[in-house]
């Protein structure tokens, strides 16, 4: 069981939207998800930055299916975004796939541009599940 903290010494998360840490137990798996981006099964890229991230979260869920993780054991994400305004539409979605009071420690970086321009929003995580 992962145990979320945030110490009562530092300032609370905005509305819970992250842990400030999440420790893991002994002998646990460890999946390292590469940066998902918002391209669909098919390579098509969403215009709209909100469409993309959307697409950036299946793709997270459907990595950590494939290795037997779940939403729960996600432990850390940074977030890449070129727009630094999308922010509250990222916050939605959070809700969609993520379980209240399971929130990742997270890193939010607005940055200038992805790998390719057409890329608006790549997302990475790190989760852990006991063995």
Known sequence: MLIRRNPETVAAPPNGRYSHSVETPENSRWLHIAGQVGIK???TIPNT???QDDQVWKNTMLVLENA???PDDIVKMTIYSTDP????SHMENRKKYLNEGKMPATTWLNISSLAT???LIEMEAVAAKKV
Request: hydrophobic share 30%; with cysteine; net charge negative.
């Open 85 to 88: 305004n999308c922010i509250d």
């Open 117 to 119: 321009p057409a890329l």
């Open 68 to 70: 037997g993780f779940g």
């Open 41 to 43: 099964p098919d390579g």
């Open 49 to 51: 930055i909100e469409e």
